[in-house]
């Protein structure tokens, strides 16, 4: 983070804004009592085809199908409480602060949310069958994703090199370096990260793609503002709940001739070898010759530094940081990650005029989904220089987190999942200052009301 300044955490109180309980779904006295007449039929199979069969079918990444009524009824009162909970389907952002446009929003209402509570709680009834939609058709879930949105397969596919992960074993990380074969310079659009197998989904916890180039200085950009990154960085990451993302229309990442892709490779035994275990990646480039105005870069904010996350028994801890944009910019994205006693996270722009701002906000973690929510193009947090972001995490070492192993353990910052991380993974692009007035501009005159003539 060569280009930003950092502020200890020790000031931290004065600067949070956010308070973080617990989300769950609770019914509106309203809704909780009389409702109209509920059918799988009618109401809950298109909720199902929506927002949870692309991953609830056979082969693809959920444990069990909800293709089928059968299927549903068998899982109703799991349903029900995943959905009540809001940790099915996963998205987990607080919708009560922030910027609530994404570009891939899989959320349930809070409508359908009771729509599906009220069919379990009146007995999961079938319905007319007439009423049934047609069964949808999916792909294989192990393709390419984004192709479908591109509709191109993609042009550069790099796989790691092969790794034999014994039955019973402690976590492995594995970090082989591999050359792209590139030859001249090319603008990526758009990454996507996958185990080369669908069965070593079982066994990759998460997947890391470090673009290894040298960086002479980057001509032919229509912006200067990319000098505010130092190096490639960390080029895409594969975890359950992403698995890549299409850039904005003005921004690219750059591959170089010579470039390498350095693998860290998370994998967990299950009590089964695995043979020849690899991850692949998917680049998928712009025409030759292209430029975008922009080189996006996934930064990494640290909310806890190695020695700074030190979380005692049977407590709750907060920790914070604070980065000082050097040049205006816009983020992307919101991605926090932590580990299994990580509850919470915010970001907040604190404006040079001293104006806060909660941009987002993740209240109901859970750390085996890695959700990376992409903000819509025309909500996406426009930054001027000298704006201060500020982390806040969350973790919880008390035996009320269900998720936390051992209450009784001193834990620190660490790669297993048993240990801890706070960090935040965003897509910064920085602008020129011109440019950003411009959209700044743009975006008060869309939303300025419209005066009607007399």
């Known amino acids: 983070m060569r280009k930003f300044a950092y502020t200890s955490s020790l000031i931290a109180s004065a600067f949070v804004t956010v308070a973080v309980p617990s989300i769950v779904y609770r019914p509106t006295p309203a809704s909780a009592k009389a409702h109209r007449a509920v059918t799988f039929a009618k ?33 109703a009162p799991l349903i029900k409480e995943k959905v009540a909970g809001r940790l099915m389907p996963p998205w987990h952002i607080d919708k009560t602060v922030g910027i609530q446009k994404f570009k891939n929003d899989r959320s349930l209402t809070d409508e359908q949310i009771q729509t599906i509570v009220n069919w379990v709680d009146d007995g999961t009834p079938r319905g007319n069958a007439a009423d049934m939609p047609p069964a949808r058709k999916f792909a294989d879930p192990n393709r390419w994703q984004l192709a479908d949105r591109l509709g191109a397969q993609p042009d550069l596919i790099i796989r790691s090199t092969p790794y034999t992960l014994a039955a019973h074993t402690q976590d492995k990380w594995f970090r082989p370096t591999v050359e792209t074969g590139l030859t001249e310079p090319r603008w990526v659009r758009a990454i996507e990260v996958k185990p080369v197998r669908a069965s070593d989904r079982k066994i990759v916890h998460h997947v890391l793609a470090y673009l290894l180039q040298d960086e002479p200085e980057v001509t032919g950009l229509a912006s ?60 998928y480039l712009y025409p030759k010759g292209y430029v ?162 007399q």
Request: glycine share 4%; charged share 20%.
């Open 292 to 453: 975008p105005k922009h080189r996006t870069v996934l930064t990494m904010f640290n909310v806890a530094r190695n020695s700074e996350l030190d979380i005692p028994p049977n407590e709750k801890t907060v920790t914070q940081n604070f980065y000082v944009l050097q040049a205006p910019a816009r983020l992307d994205n919101f991605q926090p990650h932590m580990h299994m006693r990580g509850t919470a996270m915010s970001l907040e722009a604190i404006y040079p005029d001293g104006r806060k701002e909660v941009l987002s906000a993740v209240r109901n973690f859970q750390w085996n989904w890695h959700i990376n929510y992409v903000y819509a193009d025309d909500v996406a947090p426009l930054l001027p220089k000298g704006t201060t972001l500020a982390f806040t995490a969350w973790h919880d070492n008390t035996a009320a987190n269900k998720n936390n192993p051992d209450p009784t353990q001193w834990v620190g910052w660490g790669d297993r999942t048993v240990d801890e991380m706070a960090h935040n993974w965003i897509d910064v692009t920085y602008l020129e200052q011109a440019e950003f007035d411009s959209l700044v501009a743009a975006r008060k005159a869309k939303a300025a009301p419209k005066v009607l003539p």
């Open 224 to 283: 200067t503002a990319h000098d505010h990154q130092s190096n490639a960085g960390l080029f895409m990451e594969w975890a359950v709940g992403k698995t890549g993302q299409i850039f904005a229309e003005d921004a690219g990442k750059l591959m170089l001739p010579g470039s390498r892709i350095r693998w860290e490779i998370h994998m967990h035994a299950v009590g089964q070898e695995y043979k020849d275990s690899q991850v692949e990646l998917a680049v």
């Open 43 to 75: 109401d809950i199979a298109p909720i199902l085809q929506q927002k949870c069969q692309e991953c609830h079918q056979p082969g693809s990444i959920a444990p069990m199908s909800l293709l089928t009524y059968e299927d549903a009824v068998e899982n």
